[in-house]
Nanobody
């Protein structure tokens, strides 16, 4: 079992940057695939990015490719999402997720979820 706590959200102007962090409990963090999802008001939760347990493989939603970067530090039990060139449409609650399986782009591919952190991008 792993518990996930997100941080780093906030209010930023369009074109700005934010870095989200997700701290995981437990000693087996390095065996989990980690991902970020987001949910905008009135919309379903959607996949943003994922990273393999070694960090050697990543996957991104088309809407964030070239702007967002997912990374992990297994020594710190933390996964990050660096978000650059933010747009108003990136406004959402961002969730961290974890699973022992392979990289997935759908919600049911992940067993463990954090509570989310709000990101608001003003125009």
């Amino acid at each position: 079992q792993v518990q996930l706590v997100e941080s780093g959200g906030g209010l930023v102007q369009a074109g700005g940057s934010l870095r989200l962090a997700c701290a995981a409990s437990g000693r087996t963090f390095s065996t989990y695939v980690m991902a970020w999802f987001r949910q905008a008001p009135g919309k379903e939760r959607e996949f943003v990015a994922a990273i393999s347990w070694t960090g050697g493989r990543t996957n991104y939603a088309d809407s964030v490719k070239g702007r967002f970067t997912i990374s992990r530090d297994n020594a710190k039990n933390t996964v990050y999402l660096q978000m650059n060139s933010l747009k108003p449409e990136d406004t959402a609650v961002y969730y961290c997720a974890a699973d022992h399986g392979g990289i997935a782009t759908i919600e049911r591919g992940y067993t463990y979820w954090g509570q989310g952190t709000q990101v608001t991008v003003s125009s």
